[in-house]
């Protein structure tokens, strides 16, 4: 059979990917606290907040705060959900405000408002035979916790973490098998206050303070995988990466040594979350950085014996980097620092589009921890243009999104990646994360809500819509 008519795996876990403050909206209602990215304003401030470097803990009437409504999922969900089932999703990945359930992070009991409400959610997805994919925290930490112990600067988050999850896990043991304990966790080291919660003072020396972090998170994370296995030990517990390989800019071995540390400093979180621990490159490194880890008695026996069950992880694009300081010619609009590659053509936010990139990096994890792979984020960012009656046809997203999706079938017909399932980034249009805007679309869904926040809200199937329920109803044979 040739590759293109071989279908995926038979259980194949097609789906699409939102989070709770890009989607939801509602941001104080129903006892709901104020949580790290309810205070990440749009516009010029945006980067400096998330960056850590510019303090903002409150909300005041001279920004506008894209997740106060967001594209209001809280109210809109039976609707979207009912959409998503129409596309024929086997999952739906979303993830928890922590917030709902514990407005301040240390309150005494849960708000059960919060618990019901995503009952509901996951009643919704279950009535039409949607596998609900859990994302316990996607960059959000309680304002409270950062203001009084400064968020996962401090031990004692892991405590708080622990207590979310065991509620979790009780509440919703009958409801939901996957679950993933922190999105993107390699974001900590480039977006901290949005990763992580994490602000930096004069003189701080942010390096340990961003590894001291990681290290909670990594402990707090094993910690999840253990209450998980007790409560359910059915449940399925995964990692979740920023993903995307480096290339060296040369074949000159010292591009490709760096490319290679560029990669370590990203696998470095899944390495422990998923071998158990410190590499030691890592500790290496630390050493030569002067970084000296708080670490307690039990927490390297915590990481060794509760690893993850799956790895999943988010790919846009590839990275480039050179070791020569006089090749500067960087990419725009990315987190993460990345060359111009000039074989590859690069979206409207200058993210650089290489689906062969998607097959590399699946071998390479693949290769490395020798475990299930679950794509949870891929997909375009683009300006759509309705016509008179709201109808987009994205044909490039269609285009970008084949592309990867035959990239895939490659590492997993051709290469024999054991790959769980794909859920395409942004399934429905909602804010973007970097840059706080309603414009930057990724959907199958068309919002109507603009930049400014203005619009109706009202949903439009668009072009690609049509063309991903046959995806799914092929088990990816027609692309
Ligand atoms: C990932 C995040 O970094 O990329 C998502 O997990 C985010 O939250 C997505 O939305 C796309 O990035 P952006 O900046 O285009 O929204």
């Known amino acids: 059979m040739k590759i293109e008519n071989k279908p995926f795996p038979k259980d194949f876990l097609w789906g699409g990917a939102t989070a709770a403050n890009q989607c939801e909206g509602a941001y104080l209602e129903a006892g709901k606290g104020l949580s790290t990215v309810d205070v990440i304003p749009a516009g010029e401030d945006r980067f400096p907040v998330m960056l850590g470097n510019l303090k903002m803990l409150t909300c005041d009437d001279s920004h506008q705060y894209p997740s106060h409504e967001a594209i209001d999922f809280y109210h809109k969900y039976k609707e979207d959900i009912a959409l998503f089932a129409e596309m024929g999703f086997k999952t739906f990945r979303l993830s928890i405000s922590w917030t709902r359930i514990f407005p301040n992070g240390d309150d005494e009991k849960p708000n059960e408002a919060g618990l019901k409400f995503y009952d509901a959610v996951f009643d919704e997805c279950l009535k039409y035979d949607i596998e609900p994919l859990v994302t316990i925290t996607h960059f959000d930490v309680p304002i409270h916790l950062v203001k009084t112990i400064g968020s996962w600067r401090s031990r004692e988050m892991i405590g708080h973490y622990e207590r979310l999850c065991e509620v979790l896990f009780d509440r919703y043991k009958d409801k939901v098998t996957y679950w993933l304990t922190f999105n993107e966790i390699n974001m900590l080291l480039h977006l901290p206050f949005i990763g992580a919660g994490l602000l930096f003072d004069e003189g701080d020396d942010v390096l340990s303070v961003k590894y001291q972090a990681a290290h909670h998170q990594l402990v707090a994370s094993a910690l999840a995988t253990k209450i998980a296995k007790r409560i359910n030990p059915n449940f399925k517990i995964g990692c979740m990466l920023a993903a995307g390989v480096t290339y060296a800019n040369t074949c000159a071995p010292e591009d490709v040594f760096k490319a290679l540390t560029k990669d370590r400093e990203n696998y ?24 000296s880890l708080n670490i307690e008695p039990d927490d390297l026996e915590i990481l060794k014996e509760n690893t993850v069950d799956f790895i999943s992880f988010s790919y846009y694009a590839s990275r480039l980097t050179s070791a020569d300081p006089k090749v500067s010619a960087q990419t725009e609009g990315n987190v993460f620092a990345s060359l111009k590659n000039p074989y590859l053509k690069a979206s409207e936010w200058g993210w650089q589009i290489d689906p062969i990139g998607l097959r590399t990096t699946l071998n390479t994890l693949y290769d490395r921890y020798q475990k299930p792979l679950f794509i949870v984020e891929n997909g375009l960012g683009a300006v759509d243009e309705p016509d008179e009656k709201g109808y987009v046809e994205d044909d490039y997203r269609i285009e970008y999104l084949r592309a990867h999706i035959k990239a895939m079938r490659d590492a997993v017909v051709e290469d024999g990646v054991e790959l769980m399932g794909y859920t395409t980034w942004g399934c429905i249009d909602l804010v973007s994360a970097s840059t706080g805007e309603m414009k930057k679309r990724y959907g199958f869904i068309y919002v109507d809500k603009d930049n400014e926040g203005v619009g109706t809200l009202k949903r439009t199937k668009k072009k690609s819509f049509e063309w991903y329920k046959n995806v799914i109803k092929s088990n990816g044979t027609i692309l």
Not at 271 to 276: A, C, F, I, N, P
């Open 268 to 291: 470095f979180f899944i390495d422990v979350q998923s071998r158990g621990s410190y590499p030691n490159y890592a500790l290496k490194m630390m050493e030569n950085a002067g970084i």
